[in-house]
T-cell receptor, first 112, second 114 residues
Framework: ELKVEQNPLFLSMQEGKNYTIYCNYS?????LYWYRQDPGKSLESLFV?????AVKQEGRLMASLDTKARLSTLHITAAVHDLSATYFC????????????FGKGTLLTVNP | GAGVSQSPSNKVTEKGKDVELRCDPI?????LYWYRQSLGQGLEFLIY????????KSGLPSDRFSAERTGGSVSTLTIQRTQQEDSAVYLC????????????FGPGTRLLVL
């Protein structure tokens, strides 16, 4: 059974600083997803990482995947207040990776 | 284009009553999923549909939970004899196929069982 652990669970940052959220998973997963959730809202897809060494970037966010280490990272560059949200990573399992197992989420607060 | 829609957005019910939650996936998406989000358990997978069939129901918590999908589109999640521990946000997602593609989530139904 796939297990996904994120850390930290809470992250308070100052604007302009850099930080990384880590996502470890327990068994082989060919797909790693990052989602963002704003308070009271649903999940917004950020990235899908499909292979070892995959790196994707969108604005101030960059995600990477190391399948050998079973580790994905979400790096935040020069944080701005608008990035304040909860970030979830999820691994895909099941015969076609349809079943998402989520981490507990990282609550990110970016302070001015 | 239209995203995944869910109704109702909020539902308050009394313990022991039955509730039905509805999900309209993105048009053309053959795969549909239900998840549950609660403070204690986080985000949990409930069930996966490919077309009208549910090859994986492994996440349904008990036999009080059931789901169906008709016409390869709309899905209904039914909870019978609701309990207080059923209180959660029920999220529906859809994807073009069930092959590890991005799942697009709806706004959720917030269920409160009194």
């Amino acid at each position: 059974e796939l297990k996904v652990e994120q850390n930290p669970l809470f992250l308070s940052m100052q604007e302009g600083k850099n930080y990384t959220i880590y996502c470890n998973y327990s068994t082989t997963s060919d797909r790693l997803y990052w989602y963002r959730q704003d308070p009271g809202k649903s999940l917004e897809s950020l990235f899908v990482l499909l292979s070892n060494g995959a790196v994707k970037q969108e604005g101030r966010l960059m995600a990477s995947l190391d399948t050998k280490a079973r580790l994905s990272t979400l790096h935040i560059t020069a944080a701005v207040h608008d990035l304040s949200a909860t970030y979830f990573c999820a691994g895909g399992s099941g015969g076609s990776n349809y079943k998402l197992t989520f981490g507990k989420g990282t609550l990110l607060t970016v302070n001015p | 284009g239209a995203g995944v829609s869910q109704s109702p957005s909020n539902k308050v019910t009394e313990k022991g009553k039955d509730v039905e939650l509805r999900c309209d996936p993105i048009s053309g998406h053959t795969a549909l999923y239900w998840y549950r989000q609660s403070l204690g358990q986080g985000l949990e997978f409930l069930i996966y549909f490919q077309g009208n069939s549910a090859p994986d129901k492994s996440g349904l918590p008990s036999d009080r939970f059931s789901a169906e999908r008709t016409g390869g589109s709309v899905s209904t999640l039914t909870i019978q004899r609701t309990q207080q521990e059923d209180s959660a946000v029920y999220l529906c997602a859809s994807s073009l196929r069930g092959q590890g593609l991005t799942q697009y989530f709806g706004p959720g139904t917030r269920l409160l069982v009194l």
